[in-house]
């Protein structure tokens, strides 16, 4: 039987959840068995042209070009899955989305006109169809391997969407909310990183974007009991997954509540 | 005018392959000289400096983090350090060894990587790590042990080892208790012999030898090898306070690359990572690492830049042993963070990357929101200087297939290991003759 091509592509990212294929310590030479990893510019020297039956993509889209190639990826892949919180909802560099662009080109750089970038870094779903999304950030490498698994014997793959709170009661954590009184986004925030933050002594910061089913009214509340004002409030919602849309839409009830007090 | 002299040929590399991040190469020869080198980074633009302004001070390290999947440490390093000195904190000693360990597994974690996965695949004639198990599978799983054993005293300290989440000012959200710490010692003593195979495994590759007149610049503390703290030196004679960056270098923008380059102010191109380090702090690896690094009949220290993956392999078994010694020595932090009082103020600080010095300044107000931030990553400060390595190179190019020019173009632009996510994996190579 022909092994499946596999590739991975590179959007704007800090290759974080690509280098996850590279932390499989234990399972990436089998996976060099299973598969034919035949696009993956960081760990091979040449790429070989697609089509691709598993195409797994890094990053946002953030400069023109990108824009263009997103579309190339999907009309040479079988299977497009985007892989972390870049990919899946904007990023952190989505945080220009709020801004204006040559404002921060010329924050970094002295000849900004020499810079060519969007005014917005958006998921790779707002350009092409995408078939499934693997959150996080970066995505943890036991997701990442299910899905492969799953994608390789035929059967579409599917990763816990409920909050990270499920896990953290599962793993025993001390809650940090009640204990402490630590802001803690893990009431809305999907699982998949095992409640990392939590069992870390502090309070979740979202990097695995929404999970299904939050309250996210009622969770602004929450954040504003605890003593936070709402500029507070906001940066924590306007983080790496800042520019999902039900985070989006509880930063702007935010903001319209306090335009009312105002 | 003889023909060679009008002989124009041009190598474009649209990409370099196995390193981090997207880079060209736009080289043009005109009679076996070199009439314009490019060395592009186009990784899109993530503006890190913009967005970080009206953050809290302790979103910092999680923020910054996010520049480099590779080397999320060095990055919550330079800044955890940096806002300390400027809000007065001071860590707990214990803290501070703690840290070391953490860096200890990035570097580890970070060389592995580099040499077994990015580099040792052009020593051996291979695609990729893949194929190069099927002819040296057992170098292969020695790499993927080392890699795992720096990946999990990441993990350790900081609950994952991308994007880790126990680094704060003032030191760490959780510290390990002792018997935590002790389980990674069999892995390490492991580690440890699996090292110092894959030192003589990398020293008996076939190094080209491109010795050239380079100026190396690391941290040099008193007592110890450089991770966390030190003066800045070089070998032509740089010796200052790590806080004076500014005015020993100069960033500039050149119009074909999206990360800035840095130079010496009044002389050039600089040479930082694993190499800078060796060569300037060889008295400070220890006399068990420092006859090691002697066996392998490498001078040290040397200037020919294709010995940066021995300088890794060096500074792995440097890592390993050091890991080994603060584990043993380790008596937990009373408490794992020191508190801390935002104020406004401006603030500096270098750590040593895997990949070189990684500075860092930020300006806080009142409230302790950062005003403005500034992060020269090894990265760019290397750039001019691996431009100058591929000019020196130029001229044994001319008659070279497109195959092995592209070949030897990408293995000189990976002696820096670059981290391009970082500087802002790629090269494609044209070549042009007219």
């Known amino acids: 039987m022909k092994k499946p091509r596999l590739a991975v592509f590179k959007f704007a990212s800090c290759d974080g959840c690509q280098l996850q294929f590279l932390n499989a310590e234990d399972e990436i030479l089998a996976l060099g068995r299973l598969v034919d990893v035949v696009y993956f510019p960081e760990a091979r020297g040449r790429m070989l042209a697609g089509p691709y039956d598993i195409a797994f993509v890094e990053g946002s889209v953030a400069t023109p070009e990108d824009a263009r190639r997103v579309v190339q990826v999907r009309e040479e892949s079988r299977f497009l899955v985007t892989i972390g919180a870049c990919a899946t909802a904007g990023g952190i560099q989505a945080l220009r989305n709020w801004d204006d662009l040559d404002r921060y080109k010329s924050a970094v750089y002295p000849s900004p006109e020499f810079i060519a970038a969007l005014s917005t870094s958006t998921p790779i779903s707002e350009h092409v169809r995408v078939d499934y999304e693997i959150w996080g950030c970066p995505v943890d490498k036991r997701e990442l391997l299910t899905v492969v698994r799953s994608l390789l014997?035929?059967?579409?793959?599917?990763?816990?969407?409920?909050?990270?709170?499920?896990?953290?009661?599962?793993?025993g954590n001390v809650c940090v909310v009640v204990a402490k009184g630590e802001p803690c986004l893990g009431p809305v925030t999907r699982t998949g990183c095992g409640a990392l933050c939590p069992a870390m002594n502090r309070g979740c910061y979202?990097?695995?974007?929404?999970?299904?089913?939050?309250?996210?009214?009622?969770?602004?509340?929450?954040?504003?009991?605890?003593?936070?004002?709402?500029?507070?409030?906001?940066?924590?919602?306007?983080?790496?997954?800042?520019?999902?849309?039900p985070w989006r839409e509880a930063v702007d009830a935010i903001n319209g509540k306090k335009n009312q007090d105002d | 005018m003889p023909s060679t002299e009008r002989k124009t040929r041009t190598i474009r590399l649209g990409y370099v392959a196995r390193v981090e991040g997207e880079v060209a190469l736009q080289l043009t020869m005109r009679g076996g000289r070199v009439s314009d080198l490019k060395l592009k980074i186009f990784e899109p633009p993530r503006f890190f400096e913009a967005f970080l302004r009206g953050r809290e001070s302790r979103e910092v390290p999680d923020l910054v983090a996010r520049i480099c999947g590779i080397c999320p440490v060095a990055y919550q390093m330079s800044a955890v350090h940096a806002l300390e000195a400027m809000f007065g904190v001071s860590v707990d000693p214990a803290v501070r060894m703690l840290r070391r360990l953490y860096y200890c597994g990035e570097w580890i974690e970070s060389h592995a990587l580099h040499?077994?996965?990015?580099?040792?695949?052009?020593?051996l004639g291979c695609e990729s790590i893949f194929?190069?198990?099927?002819?040296?599978?057992?170098?292969?799983e020695r790499g993927l042990r080392i890699k795992k054993t720096g990946n999990a005293i990441v993990a350790l300290l900081g609950g994952r080892s991308v994007h880790p989440v126990g680094t704060c000012v003032g030191g760490f959200t959780r510290a390990p208790r002792r018997q935590e710490l002790a389980a990674l010692r069999e892995d390490l003593k492991r580690a440890r012999d699996d090292v110092l195979e894959c030192l003589k495994w990398v020293a008996g590759f076939d190094l080209p030898d491109r010795s050239g007149d380079i100026e190396f610049v690391s941290l040099r503390h008193p007592d110890e090898y450089p991770m966390n703290e030190g003066r800045i030196v070089s070998s032509k004679g740089i010796d200052a306070p790590a806080d004076s960056f500014d005015e020993l270098f100069e960033e500039h923008q050149v119009s074909y690359s999206n990360a800035l380059h840095a130079k010496v102010r009044g002389r050039g191109a600089y040479f930082v990572g694993p190499l800078a380090r060796v060569n300037?702090?060889?008295?400070?690896l220890g006399a068990e690492v420092a006859s090691a690094a002697a066996d392998t009949g490498i001078p040290w220290p040397n200037s020919n830049p294709y010995t940066s993956i021995v300088a890794r392999a060096v500074e792995m078994l440097y890592a390993v042993h050091e890991a080994l010694r603060i584990i043993d020595a380790y008596d937990p932090p009373g408490t794992p963070h020191?508190?801390?009082?935002?104020?406004?103020?401006?603030?500096?600080?270098?750590?040593?990357?895997?990949?070189?010095?990684?500075?860092?300044?930020?300006?806080?107000?009142?409230?302790?929101?950062?005003?403005?931030?500034?992060?020269?990553?090894?990265?760019?400060?290397?750039?001019?200087?691996?431009?100058?390595?591929?000019?020196?190179?130029?001229?044994?190019?001319?008659?070279?297939?497109?195959?092995?020019?592209?070949?030897?173009?990408?293995?000189?632009?990976?002696?820096?290991?670059?981290?391009?996510?970082?500087?802002?994996?790629?090269?494609?190579?044209?070549?042009?003759?007219?």
Do not use: W
């Open chain 1, 153 to 171: 014997s035929g059967a579409p793959p599917t990763l816990p969407s409920y909050s990270v709170c499920m896990e953290c009661k599962r793993r």
């Open chain 1, 206 to 245: 979202g990097c695995f974007g929404p999970a299904d089913d939050q309250n996210m009214r009622s969770f602004a509340r929450l954040l504003t009991s605890q003593g936070l004002s709402p500029e507070e409030s906001i940066r924590r919602l306007r983080g790496i997954n800042g520019y999902v849309r």
């Open chain 2, 115 to 123: 040499v077994h996965m990015l580099a040792a695949p052009d020593f």
């Open chain 2, 131 to 140: 194929t190069m198990a099927e002819r040296n599978r057992e170098a292969v």
């Open chain 2, 280 to 284: 300037l702090n060889f008295d400070r």
């Open chain 2, 338 to 434: 020191a508190d801390f009082s935002p104020r406004a103020a401006t603030g500096r600080a270098i750590t040593e990357a895997p990949r070189g010095a990684l500075y860092h300044f930020y300006e806080t107000d009142d409230a302790g929101l950062i005003r403005r931030a500034r992060i020269v990553p090894p990265t760019s400060q290397n750039q001019a200087q691996i431009e100058a390595d591929l000019r020196g190179l130029a001229p044994q190019l001319l008659d070279r297939t497109h195959a092995e020019a592209t070949r030897m173009c990408e293995m000189a632009i990976r002696n820096y290991d670059p981290c391009i996510s970082c500087s802002t994996h790629f090269l494609r190579l044209r070549i042009e003759r007219e």
